[in-house]
């Protein structure tokens, strides 16, 4: 239910990109990525990177001034594999609501750098088990709401930007995570923070 009106919500804000021209102060336009993403701490047995995306769109307010601000909502697609047996865990998928706020400093005519806080909003949780295609649990019982850091390096083109960076969880996401006891056991008490990076493009 709630996949739907995160994409209705997306698409509402590419409707109001196409009215806007971006060739003011402020810029509003569309931003898609890949995403390489993991859970870090110690209550996960074995984690590996996953491969995701991220769509949504930005508002750039004072970009052509040396110190400006970038923001964006996106959708993003993390989570997290583990090198575990064929009976236990292999997989976690999450999907965030992300908006973040981020000062940018302009390093050349170009080229920008922002970094700052950022906001989540735990949409959909799923843990897989081996290699099955189909969810073991949906709503894992991970902690809804995360807040953290993000970096980005922003190359500004013509019709195109490219834009790499990341984003690190501040908050504990280990909320008695729930697996319906698949081993290998979580740790109740233990700590899982998201971790993201991102390559992509700005139009």
Known sequence: MRTPIA?????SLVVVQAQSSGSGEHKLGIKTSFNLSMLLGDALENPRPKFGYTAGAYYHINQKKKWSTYTEFTGSF??????????DYSKIALFYLDIAAMPTYKIAEKKKISFGPYFSYLGLSSVF?????QAHVNDIGARPIDTGLGIYYTIEGPIVGFQIGGKFGLINANQQLNFEENSPQTEISGSVHNFSLEIGMLF
């Open 7 to 11: 994409i209705v919500l997306i698409l």
């Open 78 to 87: 993390r989570g997290s594999r583990f090198s575990n047996g064929d009976t």
């Open 129 to 133: 088990v081996g290699q099955k295609k």
